[in-house]
C-alpha cells in the first residue's frame, strides 16, 4: 500500500505518470521493472530493526516492492491518500465496504451494480447485520430519499457494467455532504484517465483491475483508494483481513498499466466507431454506450467524463433462444466470456432484468455486452454482420 504523494512536484500528465511513476531502477540496480518481489519473511539485522514499525516492509502479506510500485501509482492517478491492492475486483469491494460499514448500518447500492457486489450485500453484509437498499441508478440529488440515521454509505457504479447508466456523482455527493456517510465508487469502465471519482466526492475509489489495468486478460488483481478521511479506515481494514495480492498479478498489473493511455484511447474510439455502426444494423433495437448523443445519460457524461471505455451493450429485437445460440457459436472473432479489458474482443448475452429490484428493466429483446478489443474494425464489423444474419435467419424462421 502507499500513503506518501510527492509534495511541491509539477502536475503530470497521465501519460507521463503511467510511463514514470511507481518505479524505482535506482533501488533495483537500475532495472527499468520493479522486479517480482516472491516472499513470506523479511529478516531484520538487529533488535533495532525489528522493532521499527516505520520501516517500509515488514511482512509480505502487508506490502512489497512489487505491490508498492502499482499502489504508489494508482494513488498518483486517483489523486487519493492511499491505495490498497487486492487479489481481485470483487475484493476491493467487499474490502472498500468493511471499512466504512459496521452491524446495524444501511447502505444504498445503485441498482444498476456488478452482480457479484449485489451478492457480496445479500449474503455477506446480511449475515453481519448491515441492511443494503438499492436505489434507482439514475436518482441523482433523490437519493436524499432514502437517507435514514443508520446510513452509513453509497455504492455508486458509473456506468452500470450492464445496463450502462451514467450516475451524477456531484449530486448524490452533495445530497450526502454533511452527513457521516461514505461514497464508494467503481470506477472500472472509466479508469482514473477518463474519470476521477474523488474529486467528484467519493470517498473510496475502487477497481476490478483485472480488466484495464491489467489489459491482457492474464492476471486478476483489485485497487481501492481513499482520500484523507477514509485512507486509515481502508488500510487498517485491508491487513485486519490478510487481503493480500499476488506479487505476480502486480507485476502484470504493472506492465499493464504502462501502456493505459494508449489503450483506453484506441478502446475508445474502436468502441465508439462499433457502436454507430451497430445503431444502422438490422434487428438492432437499441444501443447502450454513454457516448452516443441519444444515451438517455449523454449530458452527464460529457460533463463529468473525459473519454469513454471499451464496454456497452446492445438490444436486438425480440427472438427465442435458439436465434442467440446460432448468434454466438457461429463467432469467429468474439469471445464469449464474462471479463472484459483485454485485447480480444468479447460479446456475451446478458438478463439484466433477473437482477435487477428498484428499478424494473422492462426492455424487450436479447441484450448482449460488447467489449471491443485491438482487432481490425473491418474484420469485426463482418464478424457480427455475420452473426446477425443468422440472429436474424432463425428468427424468421
Known amino acids: 500500500m502507499n500513503s506518501e504523494n510527492p509534495k511541491n ?16 531502477p535506482a533501488d533495483h540496480f537500475g532495472f527499468v521493472n520493479t522486479p517480482v518481489f516472491r516472499g513470506s519473511t523479511i529478516l531484520f539485522r538487529t533488535l533495532d530493526e525489528l522493532e521499527d514499525y516505520s520501516a517500509p516492509y515488514r511482512y509480505g502479506r502487508n506490502d512489497n516492492p512489487t505491490a508498492h510500485s502499482v499502489a504508489n501509482l494508482v494513488t498518483e492517478l486517483e489523486g487519493a491518500k492511499g491505495t490498497v491492492l487486492a487479489p481481485s475486483g470483487l475484493s476491493a469491494i467487499s474490502t472498500a465496504l468493511l471499512s466504512v460499514l459496521d452491524t446495524g448500518d444501511e447502505i444504498l447500492v445503485t441498482d444498476s451494480c456488478y452482480e457479484p457486489t449485489r451478492t457480496f450485500c445479500s449474503g455477506t453484509l446480511r449475515r453481519l447485520g448491515i441492511k443494503t437498499t438499492y436505489y434507482n441508478p439514475r436518482i441523482g440529488a433523490g437519493i436524499a430519499g432514502h437517507f435514514t440515521d443508520r446510513t452509513r454509505a453509497i455504492f455508486v457504479e458509473s456506468p452500470g457494467s450492464l445496463t450502462f447508466e451514467i450516475q ?24 482514473p484517465l477518463y474519470f476521477r471519482p474523488l474529486e467528484h466526492g467519493a470517498d473510496i475509489v475502487v477497481h476490478a483491475g483485472t480488466k484495464m489495468f491489467v489489459g491482457h486478460s492474464d492476471a486478476m488483481l483489485g485497487t481501492a483508494s481513499a482520500n484523507e478521511r477514509t485512507w ?57 454506450h454513454p457516448a452516443l448523443p441519444q444515451h438517455p445519460d449523454h449530458a452527464i457524461w460529457k460533463r463529468d467524463f473525459s473519454g469513454a471505455g471499451s464496454l456497452f451493450a446492445v438490444v436486438l429485437e425480440p427472438a427465442a433462444r435458439a436465434a442467440v445460440q446460432a448468434m454466438v457459436d457461429g463467432f469467429e472473432l468474439f469471445g464469449m466470456g464474462y471479463s472484459w479489458g483485454g485485447y480480444e474482443s468479447l460479446c456475451l448475452p446478458v438478463k439484466p432484468q433477473g437482477i435487477r429490484s428498484a428499478v424494473a428493466w422492462s426492455v424487450e429483446g436479447n441484450m448482449f455486452r460488447i467489449h471491443i478489443g485491438f482487432e481490425d474494425l473491418g474484420d469485426l464489423k463482418a ?11 432463425v428468427r424468421g424462421a
Open 9 to 24: 512536484q509539477p502536475k503530470k500528465s497521465p501519460e507521463t505518470l503511467l510511463t514514470h511513476y511507481g518505479r524505482e
Open 168 to 191: 451524477d456523482l456531484p449530486a448524490i455527493a452533495a445530497a450526502a455532504s454533511g452527513r457521516e456517510i461514505f461514497i464508494i465508487v467503481d470506477n472500472s469502465w472509466a479508469t
Open 232 to 288: 486509515s479506515r481502508l488500510a487498517k481494514t485491508h491487513r485486519q483481513l490478510g487481503v493480500c495480492a499476488s506479487p505476480d498479478d502486480a507485476y502484470l498489473a504493472a506492465r499493464g498499466l504502462r501502456t493505459l493511455a494508449v489503450r483506453m484511447k484506441e478502446h475508445h474510439a474502436r468502441a465508439l466507431d462499433f457502436a454507430q455502426w451497430l445503431e444502422q444494423q438490422l434487428a438492432v433495437r437499441a444501443v447502450y
Open 383 to 393: 464478424d457480427f454482420a455475420a452473426a446477425l444474419d443468422r440472429y436474424v435467419a
